[in-house]
């Protein structure tokens, strides 16, 4: 890469989310410049909007990529595959990919930055402790009972600030981690029933965990007003990628960052000290 990482600008797409807003605080901190990109920004993108995306590209040495509803969703790989060959068109160097760990669905999306022409690294994370704490499960959690179909599979539960110094590392990170996917957990494996029982303790207030089917969870996301066709992509995507093939833990982060990754312990005691579960 023959950018000078000092006067690097970097595009974060998704940059109020439960990762890209991590992305832009460790880049910041790194030194880079940075353009945080959303809907609703100073700097618009929209992934359903194409005539937002040259404008958001054009000036940056490199991207950090997060599709949305989900990377291995229907769409994703032409998408990311169209946005990427156009920020190499401009100019842009160096793209990172937020993936999903186990997720098969999105190794199209994947592919698509691969045959981008710029140089990338793919991050496959896992489930993100945040998850808990903000979004779409947090009402659950206020309430006092989380109902989910996570059964009572393990998961290596990851800080979503890990992944953000890792994306950070892979985009200054020159030829160490350039043509790389790189594979991201916590420290330690745990259940659905015990992350919300680690809460619960954090939080000091009762929290339950409910498994529930997948296609039962599905068709409460229908009552809400989820569209069809994501509540078909959400249910088959609950019933693989929550069937335990993650139950397993990396040394990415370790390999990235020279450090441990953070443990959900922590994660949990900073939520609860800042009344993120209070009911």
């Not at 890469?1 to 832009?24: D, E, F, K, Q, S």
């Not at 592919?111 to 896992?126: K, N, Y």
Request: aromatic share 8%.
């Amino acid at each position: 890469m023959t950018t000078n990482t000092v006067n690097m600008t970097v595009l974060v797409t998704g940059a109020t989310g439960r990762v890209g807003r991590r992305v832009v605080e460790s880049a910041e901190a790194a030194g880079l410049t940075v353009r945080p990109a959303s809907r609703e920004g100073a700097v618009r993108f929209d992934w359903a909007d194409r005539s937002t995306w040259a404008d958001a590209l054009r000036g940056a040495d490199a991207a950090h990529l997060a599709y949305l509803p989900d990377v291995g969703a229907p769409g994703a790989a032409e998408a990311v595959g169209a946005f990427a060959r156009l920020a190499v068109e401009l100019g842009v160097e160096r793209l990172t990919l937020l993936s999903a760990r186990g997720e098969h669905q999105a190794h199209a999306t994947e592919q698509a930055v691969r045959d981008s022409g710029a140089e990338w690294t793919v991050v496959r994370a896992a489930w993100f402790a945040q998850n808990l704490g903000e979004g779409p499960l947090l009402d659950g959690m206020r309430g006092g009972e989380l109902a989910f179909p996570g059964g009572e599979v393990l998961e290596p539960f990851i800080d979503t600030r890990d992944i953000a110094d890792v994306v950070v590392a892979a985009l200054t990170g020159g030829d160490r981690f350039a043509g790389r996917t790189l594979d991201l957990t916590g420290p330690r494996l745990l259940s659905f029933r015990e992350a919300v029982a680690e809460v619960s303790a954090a939080a000091g207030r009762d929290i339950a965990y409910v498994p529930v089917p997948a296609r039962d969870y599905g068709a409460a996301l229908r009552e809400f007003g989820v569209p069809a066709a994501e509540v078909e992509f959400l249910v088959e995507l609950f019933e693989t990628n929550l069937d335990g093939r993650n139950a397993v833990l990396s040394e990415g982060v370790r390999e990235a960052l020279g450090r441990e990754p953070r443990d959900f312990a922590d994660f949990a005691k900073e939520c609860a000290g800042a009344g993120i579960w209070s009911a």
